[in-house]
């Protein structure tokens, strides 16, 4: 950085049309020229020939010793310097097409210096005091232009604690009106359906489904309503777990609602449910968007003579009411909406709620996203099952892989190839798009294999039909994309071949690789492409390691933040504007002890003093349905 003055400036024209402005500084230990790219107009404006300013910058080569597109500061005479440029630390802003990365940080510096006498502070004075943090206005000047990168880090602990908090008071609110207060349906979970049911189940719940059962059947007694999520791994036997709950609700004369985010997976839950549930004398009915007797159906919901209705998004719309709806079970909660499961809940007065995913989150991060929740965690897997295989294959081994998938066909196993695209990208071009990789293979390497292609362009009936294929193992070999990864199971489904896996997350790649491995029989995973960044080759080194899914999700969310949990969830929790779910997860802890203790005192948060946070909180509402 100089203090200097322009002694010579001149604009140049460049090749295709863009111009340069280049200028020589002094200051009293020599010249050095600098230049600015596509700014020829400096020249001739704010760095003319005599102009006093300050410069910083990276020093280059053009001709000799130059700064290369500097900042700079113009320095008015007999007007006191302000930098905002150079000669301190500067924010460096997220830039759209247009905008300069110097016209951002000047409408900023302006947009802070007129707005900080207008701020009101939202923290009360004790849990600034207790835990030393800034002021607002001391934070929202130093969180942009900071005098010492201490006080930008001071800055953003402040803001980033108060947004833990907002969120943490709306949790410990909503739990203490909406699931404490609220009198719901004390279910009876002994009954004589239950006794049937368990009299004839013919193996033994591992001790995590049992203890989930435990869980769910304690809330379903209770007079409050059941808000509880099911976690567990892929194949880890959920709906075994969920079906209790469907059982004690019928013992009890209610009706239950079970939702499933496809047509296919729902079909799957009714197959299931309709063969377990039938036998005790507890009717069942699919209800989709596509199944002809769908008015049939709504009507006999609504009239009580079907306890137990599967089906997708049509169940919570206007035109589908039950007669008793007291329990209602939300598969893959992440991809509904939150109003979507709200309205279907609504049509009930004050239902169980049983939320179950098959995405393995880290405990702590799962009690933080869905706070408003009890979590019951399946952790173990039903015996006999065998770890999934996974290795990764290289390019020279390629065609070993495909007489390994021709000698699983021919003992009768089936195996999926799942691609990232479905067709070819100017924008993915190295990518392998699904129907030019089905075409190549099943004319070349798997000629005379039963090859059959699934995508999501595909229509319905097509895609049942063949999801339906290859349950009735008439597919030996499934080309799809990651459609496939929730709904499709075949027990005999061996062999898993992802295309360009670097690409996927680690958590999706675990997802893909649950669809193999669901029974007895030893299954493999084959990781093709060859990473191109490290991040890429660690994934698929930890996906080869480990088989527990929530291990995978820890390394995941260490690996890429917490920002694909905020994706994946879709519950409709906010974006947090600077905390870290995983880097801040000190004051998390902190802050959800304050916002107990907050409320302790004050549950309505009436006193003056938390007005702003009270208001903050309402940021976060329905983030728990």
Known sequence: MIECEVTAARSMRMRGGKTLALLEVRDETGSIKASFFGRGFLARGELKQG???????KVGDYKGLTLKDPEYEVIQPEEELT???????????????????????????KAVQSSLPLLKESLPPDIQHRHCLP????????????????????????FVYEELLVMQLAIVRYRATRVESVQGIRHTVDGPLMNAFLQHLPYTLTTGQQQAVDDILRDM?????????????????????????????????????????TEILAEQHYVTLQGLLEPLGIRTALLTGNIPNAAHVREEVMLGNIPVVIGTHALFQKETTFKRLGLVIIDEQHRFGVKQRQELAAKGAFPDVLHTTATPIPRTLAITLYGGMDISVIPDMPPGRLPVKTSWVPENKKEDLYRY?????????????????VEQSEYFSELTPVIDHFVALSQGPLAGLRCRLLHGSLDTAEKDK??????????????????????VDSPQATTMVIEDAWRFGLTQLHQLRGRVGRSAIQSYCFLLGVPSTPEGRKRLDLLRQCSNG????????????????????????????????????????????????LLRHDPELSAPEYACLLEASKRFEGMFV
Request: aromatic fraction near 8%.
């Open 51 to 57: 102009t006093r300013c300050l410069m910083a910058g």
């Open 83 to 109: 930098t905002v440029h150079t000669g301190r630390l500067v924010p460096v802003y997220p830039l759209t097409k247009g905008i300069s990365q110097r016209q951002m940080r000047g409408w900023i510096y």
């Open 135 to 158: 002021d607002l206005t001391t934070a929202m000047a130093s969180i942009h232009f900071p005098e010492r990168a201490e006080a930008a880090e001071n800055a953003r602990r402040r």
């Open 221 to 261: 007694s209770a007079a409050r309503p059941m808000f509880r999520l099911l976690q567990g791994d892929v194949g880890c036997g959920k709906t075994l777990v969920a079906l209790h709950a469907v059982i004690a609700a019928s013992d009890s004369g209610s009706q239950t609602a079970f939702m499933a985010p």
């Open 405 to 421: 998938l021709r000698e699983q066909a021919e003992s009768g196993y089936q195996s999926y190839i799942v691609c990232p695209l």
């Open 466 to 487: 063949v999801m339906n294929d290859f349950k009735t193992r008439t597919i030996d070999v499934l080309f799809s994309t990651t459609i496939i990864e929730v709904g």
């Open 550 to 597: 929530f291990e995978i999700a820890e390394a995941d969310l260490e690996l890429r933040g917490p920002g694909e949990y905020c994706g994946v969830r879709q519950t409709g929790l906010p974006d947090f504007y600077i905390a870290g779910l995983l880097s801040d997860a000190r004051l998390l802890d902190l802050s959800k002890r304050d916002a107990m203790e």
